[in-house]
Each structure stands twice: as C-alpha cells, then as structure tokens.
C-alpha cells in the first residue's frame, strides 16, 4: 500500500522566485501579483544597500549595516544570501517557513544567485521565472531614468545583467517585459497553472 503526502488537490504551498537585470520590471510585476492574489506573501530581504528616497524600512527591504548582516548570516539566519552590486542582500528563513506553515506561496524578488541557493534547499518547491528587459539599451534608459543609482552603480548593475541574462536559460518560465500588462497576463497564466 503507498501512501501519499497529499490529501488533497491543492498544491503544496511554493517559492515563486522573480529575477531579472535591475530595472527589467520584476517589482512591478511582483506589485500585480501580490495585490491580485492573497494567498501569496512577499519575502522582504534584508540589505546593506543604501536606502533611496522612494522606500521604506520593513516595506521594500530591511536595511541594515555590514556589520548587522554578518551577525545575521553568522546566526544561520538566511535561507540564502548573496552579494550582488558591492552589497549584501539575504531572504529570512524565519519568514519563509511562517508563510509556508500559513499555506502562503512566497514571492521572491531576487537576484540569480539568491534563485539558484533557494532552489537547492527547497528543491521542487522553487518555481523559477526570469523576467528580460525589452533590450539592454532600453534597460540602460530605464535604470538611468529612476535616479536612484550613482553612474558607477548603474554601469555596474549593466555589466551584471549580460550575465543574469545568461543564467536565465536554468529558469522554468522566461518573460519578456516589453509590454507591462503583456509581460503581467503571461506571469499570472503561469501563476494560476503551477500554484491554483
């Protein structure tokens, strides 16, 4: 006799990962899902980036010192962390497993190092979608055009994104951003199919 974990139809619930170049779109996109669907619950990262105007302690990141994140990563409280752009970003293993235990889907906007880490803990669970900006001359526009990074940083996040883009061929789902509510129907389609 085999006995199955499930009970019932509804899936397990999932880790629904976003990863993109900086300015491809994934928040946006994030921003649609989360108000569309309640069973779905963003993971807010904790950051040592700088905070710009436009953001929020506890809403769009946590942000904190080097040093803070050290002792958190020491602590073994990260289910994953990366550096990304000369900063540290890290996903709460506390958060994740709370969702998790409530039946919430959690939402990840993240980078591909941070998507491949979470894939191999939680392996089946990860449901990996990559979002590509319309063209990299579009994605320079766009970074250049929300003034919150120094020329440096935005040359820097261009130089990274050649190699995200190349990452992206590991995901299960890939989404062209060259039109929002084209890019946000194709995200919702493959929401309903692998998490309803």
């Given at each position: 006799?085999s006995?199955?974990?499930?009970?019932?139809?509804?899936?397990l619930?999932?880790?629904?990962?976003?990863?993109a170049?900086?300015?491809?779109?994934?928040?946006?996109?994030?921003?649609?899902?989360?108000?569309e669907?309640?069973?779905?619950?963003?993971?807010i990262?904790?950051?040592t980036?700088?905070?710009?105007?436009?953001?929020?302690?506890?809403v769009?990141?946590?942000?904190v010192?080097?040093d803070?994140?050290?002792?958190?990563?020491?602590?073994?409280?990260?289910a994953?962390?990366a550096e990304?752009?000369?900063?540290f970003?890290?996903?709460?293993r506390?958060?994740?497993?709370?969702?998790?235990t409530?039946?919430?889907h959690?939402?990840?906007?993240?980078?591909?190092?941070?998507?491949?880490?979470l894939?191999?803990?939680?392996g089946?669970r990860?449901?990996?979608?990559?979002?590509?900006?319309?063209?990299?001359?579009?994605?320079e526009?766009?970074?250049?055009?929300r003034?919150g990074?120094s020329?440096?940083?935005?040359?820097?996040?261009?130089?990274?994104?050649?190699?995200?883009v190349?990452?992206?061929?590991?995901?299960?789902?890939?989404?062209?951003?060259?039109?929002?509510?084209?890019?946000?129907?194709?995200?919702?389609?493959?929401?309903?199919?692998?998490?309803?």
């Open positions: 006799m006995l199955s974990r499930r009970t019932s139809k509804t899936p619930p999932r880790l629904i990962i976003l990863s170049p900086s300015g491809a779109g994934k928040t946006t996109l994030c921003e649609r899902l989360l108000k669907f309640p069973t779905v619950q963003l993971s990262s904790t950051t980036r700088p905070q710009r105007p436009n953001e929020t302690q506890g769009h990141y946590f942000f010192t080097p803070e994140f050290k002792a958190q990563q020491t602590a073994g409280n990260f994953e962390w990304v752009h000369r900063n970003y890290g996903s709460s506390e958060q994740i497993e709370k969702a998790l409530n039946g919430k959690v939402l990840f906007d993240i980078d591909v190092q941070g998507a491949k880490s894939q191999k803990a939680y089946d990860v449901l990996l979608i990559f979002i590509h900006p319309p063209s990299m001359k579009e994605l526009k766009r970074l250049v055009d003034k990074d020329p440096q940083a935005i040359e820097t996040r261009l130089r990274n994104a050649y190699n995200e190349e990452w992206s061929r590991i995901f299960d789902y890939q989404i062209l951003n060259d039109q929002l509510d084209r890019a946000y129907k194709e995200l919702q389609s493959i929401f309903r199919k692998e998490c309803q």
